[in-house]
């Protein structure tokens, strides 16, 4: 099995998704907030699993600006959740060395007085193992 | 009445008066909200990942504690109500994780979603009932325009939250007429606010909160309520304009004529 | 002791892919009473069926056991061929080892063993088997028809153009159903009042239709050829033979704040009305919920303004029983409810509508006139967007999982209309894919794109954003340009899925007829026998049993009226002889196999019975075999055993649990 396959597997592990549910309808793109940030879209993050092109997927910046707001998971008429599929993505980064998206160094300089603790806490959950 | 509470980290911190604001309120109305000993963080966000085990055990804690006092659990933080919620439903009905979770914690007897969790909402609609909360309203907000802000972690995924309708949704509306002001229904009222991306980008939560700001205060709004100390923050940080955001439990505590009562504290 | 053979089938690669037939016909041979056995391609073919015959007569066999599909396809096939033969047709016996076996399983081996048990049951029970005989029944000559809309009408007519009886049920005051509340029809554009009604005068005038309008069928007994139907005609409150029809009543009626279910709730009607202005009967019916007279007592307006002494407050529900040969389902569809899917904001903006409200809205009968405009403010709109698949080919239990198959066309008609009417309004269209199979249904479609303009997005909808000044607005994917599209719009159109009218499970109930997950009745064979049910003497019409266009429902009225003309055509059926009967000496009279007799066929009779020398009088239950559908349901509950099924005796079916279990 070649890795891409492997990692392909693995995200629909992870995500517990199937893609194959999909039908193109592009409601998940459609509802995203994010989306203009995108370089991969939500709905092609179905297709690049599909496509076991996971390379280019954890490549991409999507990972760092899907908001979880689970319009996408919601609104999806398939059960598909590519929400899930992009989170999963995230922890094949995150789990690796080096991998982390926010590192302890650099929040000194992002704090403000009024950041409130929730804040800090979400984003370490989500940017880093 | 008495309810398990679990305050989250926010609560004890930068959002005391979330929590102080509810806590006179509901002496209030007759309920008492007992802390729950020694909770831990629930770590702001759901971990999605079908093998995310042990980032799920605090909230697993908490809702056995609930479990083993006979209570049902009330959170008032969206973002810990949404964590309760998931991984309540998760010891519910997925094996997987129900066996995990149990295998680390070695509880006197495993945990398989027992609990009940309310939000503080949610207590207010169920269990007190909009009728009784208009009847102990001594000073109703008449006049006022409020716009419910819900966000994502409220109503999202419909299914598991089961909080209300995902797409509109009432409860704030309702909560709103009841402490006697006059709800403003906008659209943008559960899209997302940017979350935990305000840390590094804050331009890209700016554009969502002036969305949803500029919808509410183009229906009418004069005002703003949450249940998210988050979404606050990135409400009155990441926007132009001054449209002023309170916790919901703020006003609540006014209508009720108690809110003097979290400032002698 | 039987000469039983084995012949078994494999259906091309459908069970020998995964069944060793040879094994099967081995094995077969050792079985108890079998003195041929033998496997071919296709055995429903002529040539299998030769080979039956072959060696029924040859081999003097006296029972037979295809292993093939299921008996529902082709037991009857098989029977046939063992008559010709000069067989009892009740000495076949089919295992099932397509269906039941190799259709499931992938594994040769374990499908072979299954497919082995399988036969030996079969050949237990034809060990036992003896030749039955069918007995005879009559067939009325009358058919019920239960729904007035196209469907319904085209059935009914054309059952009644063939010479025979037809009455239609028809559950609101007028015929004309879903069809009568279009504007126009695709694929040719033609006016949907001026084709449908004609249709309807011409039921109403037919001498062998009669019509129950405003009335509903309440319970059906009976079997093929004879059923019983109770139908409750509501008390309209207007006594039909009197009514002119002038409609003085509905302009003078007080109370006039009742939605009207014909425009979908887009403007109001009063307590007594008729649907529409060319409503059949034109005889308005009084909405006793709405009447003032009967809320309060106080009124009578209608009945004082009556010239014709029409009005009667009196009048109660009427229940009349009609026995009828064939019984047709044509009760249709409604759009589904759109509760789930705020996020297009149907219920928080009056201008986002569904396209049955489009349709009221283009109708020159609708309440805006034919003109086309925003209910929220009355304003022409200039930018129109259409959703396809709101609820339709959803995965998520919030619609349906079906495509409902009629929207890609209404909506490029509704478009075009608009484009037609307004050229100076934009239409976008956002769609998941344009689904226009059908004779010059695509052209259809293309010509709304090439010669009108419409704008086709391929994308969904995320969500529609009413705007504090009163637009809309449209946050749509655009996926072949891979862009997220923010769209203003002035009206929203969604093409909600459409479902099964919701009465139809109480109706399928009544009639034993069966029904899928989705309300959909089911037919008897999805390619062979697509208009009939399962249940012998119903017929299917129209979308009760699949989603539909107007074309296809009216062809598919005509051969459910095919199907039923060609039983009223028999003067006598054969009846199943597998029917129950009770051993007078076990019989203990309890009753219990009466109690559950689902077609009441059982009754009790003092009976003298001589048990082992003692004469005397017991109440014994005795079955009527026209009535008794074999069902079985007696048999077991008998507590003393005294109850036993011809065909499939108690220890038939012994036989076969111990042939499968050696």
Redesign the interface.
């Given at each position: 099995m070649t890795n891409q396959k492997k990692q392909a597997e693995l995200i629909q592990e992870i995500s517990g998704v199937n893609p194959l549910k999909c039908m193109k309808c592009g409601k998940c793109s459609a509802s995203c907030p994010s989306y203009n940030e995108m370089d991969i879209k939500p709905h092609q993050f179905v297709s690049y699993v599909i496509n076991e092109d996971i390379e280019s997927l954890v490549k991409s910046k999507s990972l760092w600006k899907c908001l979880s707001c689970f319009a996408c998971v919601q609104r999806c008429p398939r059960d598909v959740k590519p929400g899930k599929l992009i989170d999963a993505a995230r922890q094949i980064v995150e789990r690796q060395k080096g991998g982390d998206y926010l590192t302890a160094d650099e929040i000194p300089e992002l704090l403000d007085p009024e950041i409130p603790q929730q804040l800090l806490v979400s984003a370490f959950r989500r940017y880093r193992r | 009445m008495k309810y398990s509470y679990y305050p989250g980290c926010t609560l004890k911190n930068k959002a005391e008066d979330l929590d102080a604001y509810a806590r006179v309120s509901a002496k209030a109305l007759g309920f008492e909200l007992e802390e729950i000993e020694e909770w831990q963080c629930c770590g702001g966000v759901y971990p999605l990942g079908t093998d995310e085990i042990a980032t799920k055990l605090a909230s697993v804690r908490a809702l056995n504690d609930a479990k083993e006092k006979g209570r049902e659990l009330v959170t008032l933080c969206s973002a810990c109500h949404h964590v309760l919620k998931r991984v309540n439903d998760d010891m519910k009905n997925v094996e997987n994780i129900r066996t995990k979770a149990n295998n680390y914690m070695d509880l006197k007897e495993p945990y398989a979603g027992e609990t009940t969790v309310l939000h503080f909402l949610e207590v207010l609609r169920d269990r007190i009932g909009w009728d009784t909360l208009k009847e102990k309203v001594t000073n109703p907000l008449k006049g006022k325009k409020i716009g419910a802000y819900y966000g994502c972690l409220l109503l999202r995924p419909g299914k598991i939250m089961a909080f209300d309708d995902p797409e509109n949704p009432k409860i704030m509306e309702d909560f709103i007429r009841a402490i006697g002001a006059e709800p403003v229904i906008y659209p943008y009222r559960n899209e997302c606010c940017g979350g935990y991306i305000s840390l590094k980008e804050k331009e890209l939560s700016r554009g969502m909160c002036e969305k949803i700001e500029d919808s509410a205060e183009g229906f009418g709004a004069d005002m703003l309520i949450t249940a998210c100390p988050l979404c606050m923050y990135n409400l009155n940080k990441n926007s132009r304009t001054d449209l002023p955001v309170y916790y919901f439990t703020e006003l609540l505590a006014e209508a009720l004529g108690v809110k003097d009562e979290v400032k002698k504290q | 002791m039987q000469r039983i053979g084995v012949f078994v089938c494999h259906c091309g690669t459908n069970i020998a892919a995964t069944v060793d037939v040879k094994k099967v016909v081995e094995m077969a041979l050792h079985e108890p009473g079998v003195v041929h056995a033998e496997d071919y391609q296709y055995m429903c073919s002529e040539a299998g069926q030769e080979k039956i015959r072959a060696a029924i007569q040859e081999k003097n066999l006296s029972g037979i056991v295809v292993c093939s599909c299921s008996p529902r396809m082709h037991e009857t096939t098989f029977r046939g061929a063992a008559e010709r033969a000069g067989l009892n047709p009740y000495m076949v016996e089919i295992a099932n080892i397509r269906e039941h076996c190799s259709w499931i399983h992938k594994d040769m081996e374990e499908a072979t063993e299954k497919a082995v048990i399988l036969m030996r049951a079969a050949v237990a029970k034809v060990n036992l088997n003896t030749p039955l005989k069918p007995g005879e029944s009559r067939v009325t000559k009358r058919a019920l028809v239960i729904g007035g809309g196209i469907a319904g009408i085209q059935t009914a007519l054309d059952i009644a153009d063939a010479g025979y009886p037809v009455d239609i049920v028809e559950k609101t005051p007028s015929i004309g159903g879903r069809m009568s509340q279009l504007d126009k029809t695709f694929p040719t554009l033609d006016c949907s009042a001026c084709i449908l009604t004609p249709k309807m005068v011409e039921a109403n005038a037919h001498p062998n239709i009669n019509i129950y309008t405003y009335s509903e069928v309440e319970k059906v007994s009976g079997f093929v050829g004879d059923f019983t139907v109770d139908i409750r005609k509501k008390a309209r409150s207007v006594d039909m033979s009197k009514c002119t029809g002038c409609g003085v009543c509905q302009e003078k009626c007080p109370s006039k704040k009742t939605p009207s279910e014909f425009n979908r709730g887009l403007n109001n009607r009063s307590a007594i009305y008729t649907p529409f202005a060319q409503a059949i009967p034109n005889v308005p019916v009084i909405d006793r919920e709405a009447c003032i007279k009967f809320k309060t007592g106080k009124c009578g307006i209608c009945s004082k303004v009556c010239q014709a002494g029409a009005i009667d407050y009196e009048q109660e529900d009427e229940i009349i029983t009609e026995k009828y040969g064939a019984i047709v389902v044509a009760t249709g569809f409604d759009m589904i409810k759109l509760?789930a899917?705020?996020?297009y904001?149907y219920?928080?903006s009056k201008d986002v509508i569904t396209s049955l409200e489009l349709e009221r809205i283009m109708n020159a009968a609708g309440p805006t006139g034919g003109h086309l405009e925003r209910l929220s403010d009355g304003k022409a709109p200039k930018e129109i967007v259409f959703i396809q698949?709101v609820g339709s080919?959803?995965?998520?239990?919030?619609?349906k999982s079906y495509c409902s198959k009629i929207c890609c066309m209404y909506t490029a008609k509704h478009a075009m209309l608009i484009r037609d009417k307004y050229p100076d309004v934009n239409v976008t269209v956002f769609y998941?894919d344009v689904r226009t199979p059908g004779k010059n249904f695509d052209e259809f479609y293309r010509r709304a794109v090439e010669e009108y303009g419409v704008n086709y997005i391929?994308?969904?909808?995320?969500?529609v954003?009413?705007?504090?000044?009163g637009k809309l607005l449209v946050?749509?994917?655009d996926?072949l340009d891979?862009k997220?599209i923010l769209k203003e719009a002035d009206m929203v159109v969604l093409a909600a899925a459409i479902e099964p009218n919701p009465d139809v499970r109480k109706i399928a109930t009544m009639l034993t007829a069966s029904i899928d997950t989705n309300n959909f009745l089911t037919e008897a064979h999805a390619k062979l026998r697509p208009v009939e049910s399962p249940t012998a003497g119903v017929f299917l019409s129209g979308v009760c049993q699949g989603p539909k266009d107007i074309p296809e429902t009216v062809s598919q009225a005509g051969a459910a009226a095919v199907k039923a003309i060609g039983l009223l055509a028999k003067d006598k059926l054969l009846t199943n002889p597998c029917t129950a009967h009770s051993d007078e000496l076990l019989c203990n009279g309890c009753s219990q196999c009466a109690n559950v007799c689902p077609y009441g066929a059982i009754t009790y009779e003092e009976k003298e019975v001589n048990d082992h020398g003692i004469r005397e009088v017991r109440r014994i239950a005795v079955v009527n075999d026209a009535l008794c559908q074999g069902c079985g349901a007696c048999t077991v509950t008998c507590p003393s055993g005294a109850m036993d099924l011809q065909g499939f005796s108690n220890r038939q079916i012994l036989a076969e649990v111990d042939a499968i279990c050696r």
């Open positions: - | - | 509760d899917y705020d996020e904001a219920s928080q698949c080919r959803c995965a998520d239990n919030r619609g998941i391929k994308g969904q909808v995320g969500k954003i009413p705007k504090p000044d946050q749509g994917a996926l891979n997220q």
